[in-house]
C-alpha cells in the first residue's frame, strides 16, 4: 500500500543559510577523501553538484511517506519461476 | 533498387531479399561494411569495425540458409552493438578505454547470435554511457558523433554511435543502452526508431553498469516493427542477471492490431518545444485520431528529476566508486566527468532509499495512468538536433517530453521513439509512445500504425547538407550523408537530453 504525496513531509528542512554551510561541508568532506588534491575545475563541478544534491534530497523530504512504503526494488523471482 | 534503396530497407524486406536469392548473408555483410567505413566512421559513430567475425558470421548464416536452416527474421541480418556492450574478439571500450578487452560476451551478444544476425561494428558512446557527466558532445574516445541528417548537428547520447550508424543506413539496426533517456534522445535527433522496452526483458549480462536499477539494453532501428523483431530475439529470462524478467516475449506470430488504438496524450506536452515539434506533434494526434481515440491526460504531479538525479547520483558512484574514488575521472575527456560523480561520496543512504521508495510511488500511479491506455503520447524531445559544437546543460529537465520520458525511466516501462516528421532545415522530430509494464505490443502496434499512416518512416537523409527525401524504389542514389561540408549552423536552444 502506498501512501506518499506531496508537501506533508515534516522531516526538517534546511534553511537557505544552513543549506550552503552543509554544501561546504561535504565538499570539504569530499576533498579531505581526495589528498592528491582536487583541481579548481573539480571542486567548482563538485561544487555545483553538490549543491543540486542538497536541492533534490530537499524535494525529497517534502514528499510524505508512510512508515511502510517500500523502495522500489524487492528480490525478483526466480528465473524460471518458483521451484 | 538502388544501393541507398537496399541500405535503407526493413529487416522484412532485407530477409525477403536474402531468401529469394536477390542477395546473400556475405554479400549484405560485405555491403554494409562498406558504408560502415564509407559514411559512418566520418561521423564518428565508429568504434571498430569487426569485419573479420562478421565475414565469419556471415558465411555461416549464408551456409544454413542455403542448406534450409532459417532462425527466423534476424538471419544474415547484419548490426552494430554500442561499445558499452562486451562481444569477444573486439575491444570494448566504453567510450574512453581504447584496450579494454572482456573474455566474455555479452547475453544480448549470445542471443542475436543464436538468431543468426550478424555483428558488423562495435559502435561509438559518449564516455561511459555520460554516466560521469558531459556538456559537450565531444566526450569520447571517438570524437563528437556528427548526424546524418546535417553533419553539423549531433546526434545525443549516449547511444550516439547506434543512432548515427542506424540513421545513416551504416546497419539495419543496433543496439544501444538507456539509463534515462540514452536510447530516447538519439532517436529522436536522427530520426530513427529506439525501444526501451520493460526494465528485465533484455539481460543486461555483458553491458556496462552505470545504475543497476534503471539500465536497460535495447534496438534502435528503421522503425518500430523493426524493433519487435529484435527485442523478439534480444528478450528473456537470463539467470545471469538477477534483474532479468521470466516472462517470454513475442513479436511475431500474434494478432497485429492497426486501429481501435485508445491514446492519452499529456496536457501540455507541446508546449515550450520548438514550432516544428509543436506542429508535427499535432499532426501524429491527427493521424492517431484517425486510428483510434485520442484524450487528453494528467501526468502525476510527482518529482521526476529529483527521484532520478539521486537515484543516478548514488548507483553510479557505487558501481564505479574505484574509478572515481582513485580520481580517474581526470582521465576522462569532458571536463565536466572530472569533479561531477565525486558528489556521490556525500549522498546519504537514506536520502537514496527516499528516493527508491518515491520511485515505487511513481510506478504505482504510472502504472495506473497508463494501463487505462495503449500508448501515452508526447514529443520525444521539445527540440530538434543542436549544433555539434554547442555545449548543453547536463542532467536538466529542458525541453519538452521529458517528463513522459523520466516516469517511463522511473517506472521502468516501455517507451518506443519514432521519427513524426523534419523541421525546416531537414531535421527530424520524434514522438514517444510509452506504454504500461511488458505491454511492448500495444505501444509498438500503435507506433507502426501511426508510421503507415503518416508515411513518416520513408524519410531518410539525402546529402550532406541533410536534406531529406521520400525513400522511392527505384530512385537514383543520393549522395553520402556523412560526406562534404559541415553544413548550416542555426541558432538553438543550448540544453538537449544530455542524460545518461
Known amino acids: 500500500m502506498t501512501t506518499g504525496s506531496a508537501g506533508g513531509s515534516s522531516y526538517p528542512a534546511l534553511t537557505q543559510s544552513s543549506r550552503a554551510a552543509v554544501a561546504a561541508r561535504l565538499v570539504e568532506i569530499v576533498t579531505l577523501r581526495h589528498p592528491e588534491g582536487l583541481t579548481q575545475g573539480q571542486l567548482d563541478e563538485l561544487t555545483v553538484v553538490v549543491e543540486a544534491q542538497l536541492s533534490a534530497t530537499e524535494l525529497l523530504h517534502r514528499f510524505d511517506l508512510a512508515n511502510g512504503d517500500e523502495p522500489a526494488f524487492t528480490l525478483p523471482p526466480p528465473v524460471g519461476g518458483v521451484r | ?500
Request: aromatic share 6%; charged share 20%; hydrophobic share 40%.
Open chain 2, 1 to 500: 533498387m538502388s544501393d541507398d534503396d537496399l541500405a535503407f530497407s526493413s529487416i522484412r524486406t532485407l530477409g525477403r531479399l536474402l531468401r529469394d536469392g536477390t542477395t546473400s548473408p556475405v554479400e549484405l555483410t560485405t555491403f554494409y561494411l562498406q558504408r560502415l567505413h564509407r559514411i559512418a566512421e566520418p561521423l564518428n559513430a565508429v568504434s571498430t569495425v569487426t569485419e573479420e567475425v562478421a565475414l565469419r558470421e556471415a558465411r555461416l548464416a549464408e551456409a544454413e540458409l542455403r542448406d534450409g536452416l532459417d532462425r527466423g527474421p534476424l538471419h544474415g541480418i547484419p548490426y552494430g552493438l554500442k561499445d558499452v556492450v562486451s562481444a569477444v574478439g573486439a575491444p570494448t571500450t566504453w567510450g574512453a578505454f581504447p584496450d579494454q578487452q572482456f573474455t566474455q560476451e555479452a547475453t544480448v551478444v549470445r542471443r542475436l547470435r543464436d538468431a543468426g544476425a550478424v555483428l558488423v561494428a562495435k559502435l561509438a558512446t559518449i564516455e561511459l554511457a555520460g554516466g560521469m557527466g558531459y556538456d559537450h558532445p565531444d566526450a569520447a574516445v571517438t570524437g563528437a558523433p556528427h548526424n546524418p541528417w546535417d553533419t553539423s548537428r549531433w546526434t545525443s547520447g549516449s547511444s550516439s554511435g547506434p543512432a548515427a550508424a542506424v540513421g545513416a543506413a551504416a546497419v539495419p539496426f543496433a543496439i544501444g543502452s538507456d539509463t534515462a533517456g540514452s536510447i530516447l534522445l538519439p532517436a529522436a535527433f536522427t530520426g530513427t526508431a529506439g525501444l526501451r522496452a520493460t526494465y528485465g526483458r533484455v539481460s543486461r549480462f555483458g553491458a556496462m553498469t552505470l545504475c543497476w536499477t534503471l539500465d536497460r539494453l535495447g534496438p534502435l532501428c528503421r522503425s518500430a516493427d523493426d524493433c519487435g523483431l529484435v527485442l523478439e530475439a534480444i528478450a528473456g529470462p537470463d539467470p545471469q542477471d538477477p534483474s532479468s524478467l521470466s516472462v517470454p516475449y513475442r513479436y511475431t506470430g500474434r494478432p497485429v492490431r492497426s486501429r481501435g488504438f485508445r491514446i492519452g496524450v499529456l496536457e501540455g506536452a507541446g508546449e515550450g518545444a520548438e514550432p516544428a515539434v509543436t506542429a508535427n506533434f499535432a499532426s501524429s494526434l491527427a493521424a492517431l485520431a484517425e486510428l483510434g481515440t485520442v484524450e487528453e491526460v494528467a501526468l502525476p504531479d510527482l518529482p521526476y528529476a529529483a527521484v532520478a538525479d539521486v537515484i543516478i547520483g548514488a548507483e553510479a558512484y557505487a558501481a564505479l566508486d574505484d574509478f572515481i574514488a582513485a580520481g580517474r575521472t581526470s582521465e576522462l575527456t569532458a571536463a565536466k566527468a572530472h569533479g561531477h560523480r565525486l558528489a556521490g561520496a556525500v549522498l546519504p543512504a537514506h536520502d537514496y532509499l527516499r528516493a527508491q521508495r518515491i520511485r515505487r510511488i511513481i510506478t504505482t500511479r504510472l502504472d495506473e495512468l497508463a494501463g487505462g491506455f495503449d500508448a501515452l503520447v508526447a514529443p520525444s524531445l521539445g527540440i530538434t538536433a543542436t549544433p555539434v559544437t554547442d555545449r548543453f546543460a547536463y542532467m536538466l529537465p529542458g525541453a519538452a517530453g521529458q517528463p513522459l520520458n523520466l516516469a517511463g525511466v522511473l517506472a521502468g516501462s516501455p517507451t518506443v521513439s519514432v521519427l513524426n516528421g523534419l523541421d525546416g532545415d531537414g531535421l527530424p522530430t520524434g514522438i514517444q509512445l510509452a506504454g504500461s509494464r511488458l505491454q511492448e505490443n500495444a505501444v509498438l502496434d500503435a507506433a507502426r500504425s501511426l508510421e503507415e499512416r503518416s508515411g513518416t518512416a520513408r524519410l531518410r537523409p539525402d546529402g550532406p547538407r541533410g536534406t531529406a527525401r521520400q525513400g522511392t524504389p527505384g530512385a537514383p542514389p543520393p549522395s553520402d550523408p556523412g560526406r562534404g561540408d559541415q553544413g548550416r549552423h542555426r541558432a538553438g536552444p543550448t540544453t538537449t537530453g544530455g542524460r545518461p
